[in-house]
């Protein structure tokens, strides 16, 4: 497979995941005012905004998962799905992509390169993002998901 090709494909990967969503929800213009034969409507009630999941951990947090054969299989297919491309099937960080991007990432099949890195940590670069890596988005991963992906990638120095 030529360099060529996966930097296309990666920089389209890209391109896809973080453009906003453009809907085709109908266009609202603004109403006419009232008039002296018009009834003012009513005001409208108030939204309640979204619920949220909580922002990813600023200080130490243990990691809350406890890893079971389900949540490992999902995180693998996470990680070949998102991580993958990059960091490598088995977190080498040996990829022509990481290359021809010029990056050098750390090679997770080294006990030393993860060991000076906490869980909550790895949580916050995979979900906020680090130089080139784009940040895990809520709607694909749940944090669980994002912890259990933690647990997995501490497998590959096994």
């Known amino acids: 497979m030529s360099k060529s090709f996966l930097l296309f494909f990666a920089v389209a990967l890209l391109a896809i995941t973080c453009l906003p969503h453009q809907g085709g929800g109908q266009q609202q213009t603004a109403p006419a005012p009232p008039t002296a034969t018009t009834p003012t409507p009513a005001p409208a009630p108030a939204l309640t905004p979204p619920e949220t999941e909580a922002?990813?951990?600023?200080?130490?947090?243990?990691?809350?998962?406890?890893?079971?054969?389900?949540?490992?299989?999902?995180a693998k297919t996470l990680y070949r799905m998102?991580?993958?491309?990059?960091?490598?099937?088995?977190?080498?960080?040996?990829?022509?992509?990481?290359?021809?991007?010029?990056?050098?990432?750390?090679?997770?099949?080294?006990?030393?390169?993860?060991?000076?890195?906490?869980?909550?940590?790895?949580?916050?670069?995979?979900?906020?993002g680090k130089g080139k890596m784009p940040p895990e988005s809520k709607g694909r991963a749940t944090d669980n998901d994002v912890w259990n992906l933690v647990i997995y990638i501490r497998t590959f120095s096994k």
């Open 55 to 74: 922002p990813p951990p600023a200080a130490p947090v243990r990691n809350p998962v406890k890893p079971s054969a389900e949540s490992q299989a999902k």
């Open 82 to 128: 998102d991580c993958s491309m990059c960091h490598g099937d088995n977190g080498s960080g040996k990829t022509d992509l990481a290359t021809s991007m010029e990056l050098t990432l750390d090679d997770w099949t080294d006990s030393k390169s993860l060991a000076g890195r906490q869980d909550w940590e790895l949580f916050n670069i995979i979900r906020v």
